[in-house]
């Protein structure tokens, strides 16, 4: 089995990059593979707790929990990005992380494979 | 010990998003990595900028006047500082109208010794072929 590192930089609401980023990591994650998620920018607000559920909205806390569940997923945001955006540690969902974003660089390096989606 | 190499695609405007100031950051983020590494272990970066990506490189930026923010071209500075390898394609600089003098092609008022390299996209292809993980931004 595999270790795949996903890094995204787009929206939570705004863009779907981040709907598709996380049903891959989801397909991975099944396939019995380990899956490291980095949010960077935009992205970092997806692991934000107390995010509400509309169905005009992207919402994935639910999925991300579940897949942190497993075991199999680590998700992480870039700390700076986060605070920039006024998204404190005491408001990070149970189980994701903040660090700088030199985690990503040393997540890719024992990837075998990396995505990176660095649009918004 | 190991050295993984990635490298930087740019392609985004400056200042329309983040994107291309993040491809730097996290480009030059590669100094500190050996922090999550066992010894010897290091990440190498290098960016290419492709596209509208290049008018990133352009030389003074007015960003701390206009919108109070550091410039992409501090950003820019840094990595020639760290001697990162920094690409920019021709074919794009050419269908902009864009010359050499116009770009910020080094960094010695800080201190750095490496410049910015003007490069046809075969290159910057070799350079994709060359690398072990690719990140487009």
Redesign the interface.
């Known amino acids: 089995m595999g270790k795949l590192t996903i890094g995204c930089f787009s929206s939570l609401v705004g863009s779907l990059s981040l709907d598709f980023s996380v049903k891959l990591a989801e397909a991975a994650v099944k396939k019995g593979h380990t899956v490291d998620y980095w949010m960077s920018g935009n992205a970092t607000m997806m692991s934000k707790k107390g995010q509400r559920a509309f169905k005009d909205y992207s919402a994935l806390a639910k999925t991300v929990q579940e897949l942190i569940a497993t075991g199999k997923f680590q998700i992480t945001a870039c700390e700076a990005c986060a605070e920039a955006r006024g998204y404190h540690k005491e408001d990070t969902i149970e189980g994701a992380r903040r660090f700088s974003m030199d985690w990503y660089l040393a997540s890719a390096f024992d990837a075998d494979r990396v995505l990176h989606i660095g649009g918004d | 010990m190991?050295t993984?190499k990635?490298l930087f695609v740019v392609r985004?405007l400056p200042y329309k998003?983040?994107?291309s100031r993040?491809?730097l950051?996290?480009a030059i983020?590669?100094?500190?990595?050996e922090?999550?590494?066992k010894d010897g272990?290091l990440?190498e970066?290098s960016i290419a900028f492709i596209g509208d990506g290049v008018m990133n490189c352009l030389k003074n930026q007015q960003a701390m006047k206009h919108y109070g923010l550091t410039s992409i071209e501090g950003h820019m500075k840094n990595t020639l500082l760290l001697d990162m390898k920094v690409m920019v394609c021709k074919e794009d600089l050419d269908k902009f109208g864009i010359k050499e003098d116009a770009l910020l092609m080094d960094a010695e008022d800080i201190g750095g010794e490496t410049n910015t390299q003007i490069v046809p996209y075969s290159e910057i292809q070799k350079e994709m072929e060359s690398v072990?993980?690719?990140?487009?931004?």
Do not use: K, M
């Open positions: 190991a993984r990635l985004a998003t983040e994107a993040l491809g950051t996290h983020s590669s100094q500190s990595v922090i999550y590494l272990d990440v970066a072990d993980h690719l990140l487009f931004c």
